[in-house]
Nanobody
Framework: QVQLVESGGGLVQAGGSLRLSCAAS????????MGWFRQAPGKEREFVSA????????YYADSVKGRFSISRDNAKSTVVLQMNSLKPDDTAVYYC????????????????WGQGTQVTVSS
């Protein structure tokens, strides 16, 4: 089973960019589909983006499509979420997660989670 550690969160003005990274331990990173989720105060955790085991298939929530980009490097056991044109509504704790499925956007399919990283977008 992999262990996940996120980094790259912070405070940014609206319209700015942030790059979130998720480093995975273990030798079987390529066997996991990977996803990013976020949770704002008082709200449920929601899907942001997912990438398949090989990196060939990528999915995005409608709210971030065209602004966020997900990528993975299986040789380095990392997955990155590049966030551009950030909005105050993007403010949340962002979580990296791993699933044994090839790829999925369903939160319930992910069984390994990072500790989360805070993203705050000021207006």
């Amino acid at each position: 089973q992999v262990q996940l550690v996120e980094s790259g969160g912070g405070l940014v003005q609206a319209g700015g960019s942030l790059r979130l990274s998720c480093a995975a331990s273990g030798r079987t990173f390529g066997n996991y589909g990977m996803g990013w989720f976020r949770q704002a105060p008082g709200k449920e955790r929601e899907f942001v983006s997912a990438v398949s085991r090989s990196g060939a298939s990528k999915y995005y929530a409608d709210s971030v499509k065209g602004r966020f980009s997900i990528s993975r490097d299986n040789a380095k056991s990392t997955v990155v979420l590049q966030m551009n044109s950030l909005k105050p509504d993007d403010t949340a704790v962002y979580y990296c997660a791993a699933t044994r499925r090839v790829v999925t956007i369903q939160l319930r399919d992910y069984d390994t989670w990072g500790q989360g990283t805070q993203v705050t977008v000021s207006s």
